[in-house]
């Protein structure tokens, strides 16, 4: 027997407080394995109906047509009458109708111990705890600024606010922030939606964001829903919000404004509940003044900032972050005891981390995963700072640095090159493989680009 959405309907019969008591007290399953029906409606329920009890000395259950509709309506299940006085006649028409058996209050009670405790015996075990969340604890360091973020996310946890704006250099930390808001507020029990607005093509961002009507434009073969509309009651994380087209602000402005939602190819509106955090590298204060960022747009986002400073003003955090790092890939790379040595770790408290957290990260992770001992040195950390070609067992990440202004495709497609080239130390075969594109092809890219000259005259 399937006995994770198994149920029994119950149509008429009115069990005593002290039957219900006892059921309850003596099932766990009853109260919601029980559906008890006052009106003759034979709509099914949400779950498989085995069996089906029926009240027949009321007079609107024991009619005809509804014991008929409940049969055929509920064909899987076995439907059980009760009376007080049964009677040969009657068991007779209800047979006919659908019902296979006919029972005393008593027995009718029994029946269900029955039904209750099978389902009892053969229920599934309990499904396994969800991973828990990333909450205040997540955010390390014990600096003032980071003490400082952590009183202030404290603070919004009992508040509903629309909208937040995170501000903070590459690697940061931004969007650990905008977990740990939406894991400790009032919206946790809803979805959290990050979007890179970086990865969004312009001629996109209102279909993903909105969602579009079937035939909406070519290529809407179906109805789509927006993450604005997925985000419903939780909240929406903009990353990167400063790269966002002038076109693509306005469309944000308009659905932060009145908190309406229409979607593309649709007529009517609908309203939205979602709280929006952004974040940005940017200055958008000079992106405003350069006009490349609205300033109406910048004061619904920013009713609320958290700036987070980059890791080189906060040399007290590292200890903290490297011990954090350390328990974390010892654990994934099942390299127990491994340490950093005192002076290691004072040499990572001197260097200026251009990455920020992100590149401590990284930097930790390659010393564990290439210790072959215990403790991981000065010498160490030396090593894993410099800018050798990295290894296939280790991971990478590129992140390209677009300025206010904008970028051409001509540029990204030099960054990825140049990035894939040092990773494979300037292996122009490798580099083409990893890339899928031909030899020729990277070389036209080299001729155009510079690059290699760049290089060569390093």
């Given at each position: 027997?399937?006995?994770?959405?198994?149920?029994?309907?119950?149509?008429?019969?009115?069990?005593?407080?002290?039957?219900?008591?006892?059921?309850?007290?003596?099932?766990?399953?009853?109260?919601?394995?029980?559906?008890?029906?006052?009106?003759?409606?034979?709509?099914?329920?949400?779950?498989?109906?085995?069996?089906?009890?029926?009240?027949?000395?009321?007079?609107?259950?024991?009619?005809?047509a509804?014991?008929?509709?409940?049969?055929?309506?509920?064909?899987?299940?076995?439907v059980?009458?009760?009376?007080?006085?049964?009677?040969?006649?009657?068991?007779?028409?209800?047979?006919?109708?659908?019902?296979?058996?006919?029972?005393?209050?008593?027995?009718?009670?029994?029946?269900?111990?029955?039904?209750?405790?099978?389902?009892?015996?053969?229920?599934p075990?309990?499904a396994?705890?969800?991973?828990?969340?990333?909450?205040?604890?997540?955010?390390v360091?014990?600096?003032?600024?980071?003490?400082?973020?952590?009183?202030?996310?404290n603070?919004?946890?009992?508040?509903?606010?629309?909208?937040?704006?995170?501000?903070?250099?590459?690697?940061?930390?931004?969007?650990?922030?905008?977990?740990?808001?939406?894991?400790?507020?009032?919206?946790?029990?809803?979805?959290?939606?990050?979007?890179?607005?970086?990865?969004?093509?312009?001629?996109?961002f209102?279909?993903?964001?909105?969602?579009?009507?079937?035939?909406?434009?070519?290529?809407?073969?179906?109805?789509?829903?927006?993450?604005?509309?997925?985000?419903?009651?939780g909240?929406?994380?903009?990353?990167?919000?400063?790269?966002?087209?002038?076109?693509?602000?306005?469309?944000?402005?308009?659905?932060?404004?009145?908190?309406?939602?229409?979607?593309?190819?649709?007529?009517?509106?609908?309203?939205?509940?979602?709280?929006?955090?952004?974040?940005?590298?940017?200055?958008?204060?000079?992106?405003?003044?350069?006009?490349?960022?609205?300033?109406?747009?910048?004061?619904?986002?920013?009713?609320?900032?958290?700036?987070?400073?980059?890791?080189?003003?906060?040399?007290?955090?590292?200890?903290?972050?490297?011990?954090n790092?350390?328990?974390?890939?010892?654990?994934?790379?099942?390299?127990?005891?491994?340490n950093?040595?005192?002076?290691?770790?004072?040499?990572?408290?001197?260097?200026?981390?251009?990455?920020?957290?992100?590149?401590?990260?990284?930097?930790?992770?390659?010393?564990?995963?290439?210790?072959?001992?215990?403790?991981?040195?000065?010498?160490?950390?030396?090593?894993?700072?410099?800018?050798?070609?990295?290894?296939?067992?280790?991971?990478?990440?590129?992140?390209?640095?677009?300025?206010?202004?904008?970028?051409?495709?001509?540029?990204?497609?030099?960054?990825?090159?140049?990035?894939?080239?040092?990773?494979?130390?300037?292996?122009?075969?490798?580099?083409?493989?990893?890339?899928?594109?031909?030899?020729?092809?990277?070389?036209?890219?080299?001729?155009?680009?510079?690059?290699?000259?760049?290089?060569?005259?390093?």
């Amino acid at each position: 027997m399937s006995t994770r959405t198994e149920k029994a309907a119950i149509y008429g019969i009115v069990l005593s407080e002290k039957e219900r008591s006892r059921l309850e007290e003596e099932h766990p399953l009853a109260q919601k394995r029980l559906l008890f029906h006052t009106f003759a409606d034979t709509k099914p329920s949400n779950g498989k109906i085995p069996v089906v009890f029926v009240d027949l000395d009321d007079p609107s259950f024991a009619d005809s047509a509804f014991l008929l509709s409940l049969s055929t309506s509920n064909k899987q299940a076995k439907v059980i009458g009760k009376t007080v006085e049964p009677s040969l006649d009657q068991a007779m028409r209800v047979a006919r109708l659908g019902v296979s058996e006919i029972l005393t209050p008593e027995q009718c009670l029994n029946r269900l111990d029955e039904f209750l405790t099978e389902l009892e015996t053969c229920a599934p075990d309990p499904a396994p705890e969800k991973p828990a969340k990333l909450g205040i604890e997540a955010l390390v360091g014990v600096s003032p600024q980071i003490c400082e973020i952590r009183k202030t996310v404290n603070l919004l946890s009992e508040v509903d606010f629309p909208s937040a704006l995170i501000l903070g250099e590459t690697g940061t930390g931004k969007s650990l922030i905008s977990k740990i808001l939406h894991n400790t507020g009032i919206r946790a029990d809803h979805n959290l939606v990050e979007v890179n607005c970086s990865a969004i093509p312009d001629e996109l961002f209102e279909s993903e964001l909105f969602g579009h009507r079937k035939g909406a434009f070519t290529d809407a073969k179906s109805e789509k829903m927006g993450l604005f509309e997925y985000a419903e009651n939780g909240t929406l994380f903009l990353d990167e919000v400063g790269n966002l087209s002038a076109s693509a602000q306005a469309k944000l402005l308009k659905i932060l404004e009145d908190k309406k939602l229409r979607k593309v190819g649709d007529v009517g509106e609908k309203d939205v509940n979602v709280r929006v955090i952004t974040a940005t590298n940017l200055d958008l204060s000079q992106a405003i003044e350069a006009e490349k960022f609205r300033e109406d747009l910048y004061f619904r986002l920013n009713l609320l900032t958290i700036e987070i400073p980059p890791l080189r003003e906060r040399p007290d955090d590292i200890p903290e972050l490297v011990s954090n790092y350390v328990r974390f890939y010892s654990t994934i790379y099942d390299k127990p005891g491994i340490n950093f040595t005192e002076s290691a770790v004072a040499d990572m408290q001197g260097h200026p981390w251009p990455g920020n957290v992100r590149e401590l990260c990284n930097v930790v992770e390659r010393a564990v995963l290439l210790a072959q001992g215990g403790s991981i040195s000065s010498r160490d950390i030396s090593a894993a700072l410099k800018r050798t070609r990295i290894s296939a067992a280790e991971r990478q990440k590129l992140t390209l640095e677009i300025p206010p202004q904008g970028i051409t495709m001509d540029q990204i497609e030099q960054q990825v090159v140049k990035h894939v080239l040092n990773m494979f130390g300037w292996n122009k075969t490798e580099a083409a493989r990893f890339l899928g594109i031909s030899r020729p092809r990277l070389r036209r890219i080299l001729d155009m680009s510079g690059l290699e000259t760049d290089r060569r005259s390093r």
